[in-house]
């Protein structure tokens, strides 16, 4: 079965940076493609970062240019560095994966993530 689990979230400054992981277990890492999303009090749920098996990236616009997705497939790890971190980036950050065999989507139960002076 597969499983995700995060770490890394915090509380930081704004500015300031962290960076997050996600370990997957339960299937071949290295043929999914990943992702990141978050969700606010109140809010949807929303994409932050995508990349694929072969390590294509997509970001949503908010988060270009300040944060990075990258995995180490050696690993079975997921990263998102963030940097330049905002108030509104405050959210929880779950890890997805999307099973090559079935296409299924499974989901890690998230780390959170708060901004704040």
């Known amino acids: 079965q597969v499983q995700l689990v995060e770490s890394g979230g915090g509380l930081v400054q704004p500015g300031g940076s962290l960076r997050l992981s996600c370990v997957a277990s339960?299937?071949?890492?290295?043929?999914?493609?990943m992702g990141w999303y978050r969700q606010a009090p109140g809010k949807q749920r929303e994409l932050v970062a995508t990349?694929?098996?072969?390590?294509?990236?997509n970001y949503a616009d908010s988060v270009k240019g300040r944060f990075t997705i990258s995995r180490d497939n050696a690993k079975n790890t997921l990263d998102l560095q963030m940097n330049s971190l905002k108030p509104e980036d405050t959210a929880v950050y779950c890890c997805?994966?999307?099973?090559?065999?079935?296409?299924?989507?499974?989901w890690g139960r998230g780390t959170q993530v708060t901004v704040s002076s």
């Open positions: 997805q994966l999307t099973s090559y065999s079935s296409l299924q989507n499974y």
């Open positions: 990349i694929t098996s072969g390590g294509s990236t």
């Open positions: 339960g299937t071949i890492f290295r043929l999914n493609a």
